[in-house]
């Protein structure tokens, strides 16, 4: 996928794609940002949060999977990384943790929103919305109120990275591999074999390793069956609950350690397996949208507000009756 600096240079130094041009969009000049939408007007804009993933790995582990994996994408077709959200919705059972910092579902909403907005006033009319947390419910609302309320003209799509390899997750614990030689033992949830596995491949140098080994066994406390409630990803279309769908319980009583599963299971080669697949795929469809949609092309998405029937009719009569003379009492 070519030299990439780390993410940890990328703020200072100019990060480029494999034709030479600047990945991310706060790295732009005006000029560079005008002649990028007339080649390319695809823009990537990762969603992730700050929240606890245990003793072992970063609590920015959710950004840092999600632009990593969008980076390469870039490298690979030319699109545009914009700056990422750090901070995200949660559901219920997150709050309370050290390290987590939860915004309000309908705060993140009308943000999201905003900067939807904006991208596509500086020519992007293709908005991925990159999500790498366990928002993927909130989000589609964004994409909805940015056509419907602010009024975008644009083509926006509301995807998850783990979207992009669900066959691969689905594998866990059925022996099978998802590479020669390579498989995945437990279901992918929060902080788990999974995510610190894709954590441990992407960046190496944050997850301490002495203690994955050490304190990476916690297990799972589950309200509800296994059978019945889906798992991060919501990779198994046969249960009837997706994880959001379910109070659950609260990570601060029941996972201080913050985070589910078997991490110590993770490991780099694992991480590898996925991320290339998810790289994989996504590029394969980025070159897809490009030839369906050149620049400036956006098939159409919105509704014209003078269409809408509140506005009508168009034409009006005067009024029934005009009185010239001052009021008296009428008979």
């Known amino acids: 996928m070519g030299d990439l600096k780390p993410l940890s240079e990328r703020w200072g130094k100019p990060v480029l794609n494999k034709y030479g041009g600047k990945i991310y969009l706060d790295q732009m000049t005006m000029k560079e940002l005008e002649e990028r939408v007339k080649e390319n007007d695809i823009v990537f804009l990762p969603v992730a949060s700050t929240e606890a993933h245990g003793p072992f790995a970063p609590l920015g582990e959710d950004a840092i999977i999600g632009v990593s994996i969008a980076e390469k994408v870039a490298y690979e077709t030319g699109v545009t990384v914009a700056p990422p959200i750090f901070y995200g919705s949660h559901p219920s059972h997150h709050y309370g ?19 939807i907005k904006w991208l596509s006033n500086a020519g992007f009319k293709k908005i991925i919305v990159w999500n790498s947390h366990g928002q993927e419910y909130v989000l589609p609302i964004a994409k909805d109120l940015a056509i419907i309320e602010r009024g975008v003209h644009a083509l926006i799509m509301v995807t998850s990275w783990w979207s992009w390899v669900q066959d691969l997750l689905r594998k ?13 033992e437990t279901v992918f949830i929060h902080g788990d074999e999974v995510e610190t596995s894709v954590t441990w491949y992407v960046a190496p140098d944050l ?11 916690w297990g799972v406390y589950r309200v509800l069956p296994g059978k019945y409630v889906n798992a991060a990803g919501n990779v198994f279309p046969d249960k009837p609950f997706n994880w959001y769908d379910v109070s659950h319980a609260p990570e ?46 956006v098939p159409r998405t919105w509704l014209d507000d003078k269409d809408l029937y509140y506005h009508k009719p168009e034409e009006h009569v005067e009024p029934y009756e005009r009185v010239r003379e001052p009021f008296t009492r009428e008979r």
């Open 172 to 184: 866990a614990g059925s022996g099978e591999e998802i590479a020669p030689g390579v498989r995945l």
């Open 252 to 297: 601060f009583y029941y996972y201080s350690q913050g985070f589910v599963g078997w991490a110590k299971l993770a490991s780099p080669e694992k991480g590898r397996v996925i991320v290339e697949k998810a790289v994989e795929r996504v590029v394969e469809f980025v070159e897809w949208l490009k030839k369906a949609y050149p620049p400036g092309k």
């Open 207 to 217: 997850i301490d390793e002495e203690t994955l080994r050490k304190e990476g066994d």
């Open 97 to 115: 943790m050290r390290g987590t910092i939860p915004v309000r579902a309908t705060t993140l909403i009308e943000y999201v929103a905003d900067i």
